[in-house]
Every structure is written in C-alpha cells, then in structure tokens.
C-alpha cells in the first residue's frame, strides 16, 4: 500500500539570525524567524511524513509553546517523525521539495542538504530531490520577508 503526503512550512527572514536549510547552515545576512532552529524545508517534510499517514503536524507533535524544542535542530524532529512513520508501519520511499527564496543562491549548498535529509530519514540520496528557486521579486519571498518550502513525499507500507 501506497500513500502520500504533502507538506509547506514558511518562516519570516530577519537580520542576523542563523539560516538554516535541509539541515545544512547557509552563510546569509538574513536567517528565520522561529522557535526551533526555523528550518523550512525540513518542516515541509515531516509535514508530508506526518500527513501521509494522517497523524497530522508538526506543530501538534512538536508545538512552539514547549521550552523542549525552543532552538531544536530540525532534523531531530524529522528523526523523530521518522520514528512515527515506522511504527505506523511505513517508510518513506522517496521525496521531492522546492525551497522558495530569492538569496542568496541555494545551488551550492543543494547536495549537502539532500545528504543529511536522506541521512536522518534512512534513504538513498537518490531517493531525496531538493530544488530552489526565486520568485523573480515577487511576493514576500522575491521581496526578501521570508521564506517557504514544500516537501511531497511517497510511502509505503512494510
């Protein structure tokens, strides 16, 4: 049996804060705005995970009002709803995302994000695509406010 699961996370930008994408740190003058580690595109996935069998979000398993994940590093929550999937008795089989941000340039840091997605969830890098795209100055992520992610992931049953 097949499912699948869609996730979007979307985080303001502010001035001198870390920026944190697909768990890799990417050197901006600018980072998210959160109570984690603000990582969007690894919330967009356990979004998806979460979704795709219906146990349904990240906030509702790792809320922001708990002092527990005040500055956590995201992929310890993916970890853990990697965990929830297993005992659901899925796994994940493959996973496609798109970061939306106009800087800085993602590409260099693309393969190293894919790595450690892959890493913490138990897959082959060539089962996680990572993509990255601008706005063209469009909307809060062309005007540099902030940023979203999407994350659409395939599972199945053991």
Avoid: W
Avoid at 16 to 36: N, Q, W, Y
Avoid at 42 to 66: E, N, R
Avoid at 91 to 107: C, F, H, Y
């Amino acid at each position: 049996m097949y499912r699948v699961g869609h996730g979007y996370d979307v985080h303001a930008l502010g001035e001198g804060l870390r920026l944190v994408l697909g768990g890799v740190d990417i050197p901006h003058t600018k980072g998210c705005i959160a109570h984690s580690d603000g990582d969007v595109l690894v919330h967009a996935i356990c979004d998806a995970i979460l979704g795709s069998v219906a146990l349904g979000d990240i906030g509702k398993h790792f809320p922001d009002t708990s002092g527990e994940f005040k500055g956590i590093d995201s992929l310890v929550l993916l970890s853990r709803c990697v965990d929830m999937l297993d005992a659901a008795g899925y796994e994940v089989v493959n996973l496609d995302s798109t970061i939306a941000m106009q800087r800085p340039k993602l590409r260099p840091y693309i393969d190293a994000m894919r790595e450690r997605i892959a890493r913490t969830i138990g897959i082959a890098e060539d089962c996680v695509s990572v993509k990255a795209t601008t706005t063209e100055h469009l909307g809060f992520e062309g005007e540099e406010l902030g940023v979203s992610a999407t994350a659409v992931v395939m599972v199945h049953k053991k």
